[in-house]
């Protein structure tokens, strides 16, 4: 018997430009045109993030992440698994900004 299954296909266009730092913060995030909603934040980098949402989310969807202390930014959602979704900012977050905010919550 075999069983054939695909769990995680990672966009082509979206490459890990920058080194991603792991973290674990509860954000606000939303699907543009949709409610709010808490999401995990697993890992950031300057130019995306690792997110666990309850949220049904699909490749291509435009979306907002407010981290706690740091304005909201949209972003777009590269890949989508059965647990987690990589989005990459539209804008990315300046490299002193990231460690920054990833030293504060680090221990969190």
Do not use: Q
Not at 30 to 41: C, L, M
Not at 49 to 54: G, H, P, Q, W
Not at 77 to 85: F, I
């Amino acid at each position: 018997m075999r069983i054939a299954a695909h769990l995680h296909s990672e966009n082509p266009e979206f490459h890990h430009r920058a080194e991603r730092k792991p973290l674990s913060v509860r954000a606000t995030f939303r699907i543009r045109g949709y409610e709010k909603a808490n999401a995990d934040i697993l890992d950031l980098s300057t130019t995306g993030f690792k997110v666990d949402s309850a949220m049904s989310l699909a490749e291509g969807s435009e979306v907002w992440l407010k981290l706690p202390g740091m304005e909201a930014r949209p972003a777009k959602v590269m890949w989508v698994s059965p647990l987690y979704a990589g989005c990459m900012f539209h804008t990315p977050i300046h490299e002193a900004v990231l460690e920054d905010y990833v030293r504060r919550h680090a221990n969190r």
